[in-house]
């Protein structure tokens, strides 16, 4: 496929485990050309996360800039990262970044966000699995790139289909959690918003078996299998669960098999203070209310359904593709 044909997409990050199976499932799709990767805290620090991303772009030579982004929130006081969840390196404390030094390329991911959707307008989806922090950096300093964009596609929000909740709190997924404000100016914003959330997410588990043979296919899936070791043990103590959920890469699926996912249509906002801060709510399409605070906003599209089996067996297929 010609490089013209192929979708275009900024893989804003902040590796973490997931991300790095995501990252590597993005590699393997010939339909998909990374114009880069743009960086932000969350399951790490910024300082981590970008040495995480270098990291994963080198090793797997995967020909892509990687820009440094946001450090913390926009208005709220940053959160401690979870070391319990990818390890103090954010990649399982398997030891596989240990001595590793490289340099982002200049300028921050906000502006080179900018500066890519204005040369190609119309083409470039921005694939977000992270705090939406540049995402909001990239809007402040360019309000009008919100029409050049093809589609904004985000793993973040809870919406509450089949009574799935947060799992930052009671209320709130992490990404919206670590930047709430943020988050509900990319979902108030003009462009297209697809949120691929905990609704679906969390039913999507590449189960033990599934990391085991793909650790026998070569490199990606060893490397995969090395820094999901304690990511799959803290799923099983915590959550029942046999194996680790995709989390980042069903929202990655979205863009090569959107087929997978059933969308419900409608005005998104995000709870900003009280208990319930990072609560994403859908008024869903058709339905009437009095005034409130999803009037005059656009529609977006969140997931509430999804294939996971097809989901699982692509991220397998892809994995064993890399070798």
């Given at each position: 496929m010609a490089d013209t044909e192929k979708n275009l997409v900024i893989f804003d990050t902040d590796p973490g485990i997931d991300d790095a199976m995501a990252l590597l499932f993005l590699k393997a799709q010939p339909s998909i050309k990374l114009a880069a990767v743009t960086t932000v805290f969350g399951n790490a620090e910024i300082d981590v996360t970008t040495r995480n991303a270098l990291y994963l772009t080198q090793r797997f030579?995967?020909?892509?800039?990687?820009?440094?982004?946001?450090?913390?929130?926009?208005?709220?006081?940053?959160?401690?990262?979870?070391?319990?969840?990818?390890?103090?390196?954010g990649l399982g404390d398997a030891h596989v970044v240990d001595g590793f030094i490289a340099e982002p390329a200049g300028g921050h991911a906000a502006d080179r966000m900018v500066e890519i959707v204005r040369a190609n307008p119309g083409k470039v989806t921005i694939l977000a699995v992270a705090p939406l922090t540049n995402l909001a950096l990239a809007l402040q300093r360019d309000p009008g790139i919100a029409t050049?964009?093809?589609?904004?596609?985000?793993?973040?929000?809870?919406?509450?289909?089949?009574?799935?909740?947060?799992?930052?709190?009671?209320?709130?997924?992490?990404?919206?959690?670590?930047?709430?404000?943020?988050?509900?100016?990319?979902?108030?914003?003009?462009?297209?918003v697809t949120a691929i959330g905990l609704?679906?997410?969390?039913?999507?588990?590449?189960?033990?078996a599934d990391a085991a043979e793909l650790a026998e296919s070569g490199e990606a899936g060893r490397f995969l299998w090395d820094i999901s070791r304690g990511y799959e043990a803290l799923y099983q103590r915590r959550n029942q669960v046999d194996g680790c959920c995709l989390h980042d890469v069903a929202a990655a699926a979205y863009l090569v098999a959107p087929e997978l996912f059933t969308l419900r249509s409608g005005p998104v906002r995000v709870v900003t203070e009280g208990i319930a801060i990072g609560q994403t709510?859908?008024?869903?399409?058709?339905?009437?209310?009095?005034?409130?605070?999803?009037d005059g906003h656009p529609s977006k599209?969140?997931?509430?359904?999804?294939?996971?089996?097809?989901?699982?067996?692509?991220?397998?297929?892809?994995?064993?593709?890399?070798?």
């Amino acid at each position: 496929m010609a490089d013209t044909e192929k979708n275009l997409v900024i893989f804003d990050t902040d590796p973490g485990i997931d991300d790095a199976m995501a990252l590597l499932f993005l590699k393997a799709q010939p339909s998909i050309k990374l114009a880069a990767v743009t960086t932000v805290f969350g399951n790490a620090e910024i300082d981590v996360t970008t040495r995480n991303a270098l990291y994963l772009t080198q090793r797997f030579r995967i020909d892509v800039p990687v820009y440094a982004g946001a450090s913390r929130p926009l208005t709220i006081a940053r959160r401690s990262a979870p070391a319990f969840i990818h390890g103090e390196d954010g990649l399982g404390d398997a030891h596989v970044v240990d001595g590793f030094i490289a340099e982002p390329a200049g300028g921050h991911a906000a502006d080179r966000m900018v500066e890519i959707v204005r040369a190609n307008p119309g083409k470039v989806t921005i694939l977000a699995v992270a705090p939406l922090t540049n995402l909001a950096l990239a809007l402040q300093r360019d309000p009008g790139i919100a029409t050049l964009v093809k589609d904004v596609v985000i793993m973040g929000g809870a919406f509450g289909w089949g009574g799935r909740r947060g799992n930052a709190t009671p209320a709130a997924e992490a990404n919206v959690h670590n930047d709430p404000h943020a988050a509900d100016m990319v979902f108030t914003a003009a462009w297209p918003v697809t949120a691929i959330g905990l609704d679906v997410t969390s039913h999507c588990v590449a189960s033990h078996a599934d990391a085991a043979e793909l650790a026998e296919s070569g490199e990606a899936g060893r490397f995969l299998w090395d820094i999901s070791r304690g990511y799959e043990a803290l799923y099983q103590r915590r959550n029942q669960v046999d194996g680790c959920c995709l989390h980042d890469v069903a929202a990655a699926a979205y863009l090569v098999a959107p087929e997978l996912f059933t969308l419900r249509s409608g005005p998104v906002r995000v709870v900003t203070e009280g208990i319930a801060i990072g609560q994403t709510i859908q008024k869903p399409d058709g339905h009437s209310f009095g005034p409130n605070a999803w009037d005059g906003h656009p529609s977006k599209l969140v997931a509430a359904e999804a294939d996971c089996a097809g989901v699982v067996e692509s991220y397998k297929a892809a994995i064993r593709s890399l070798g």
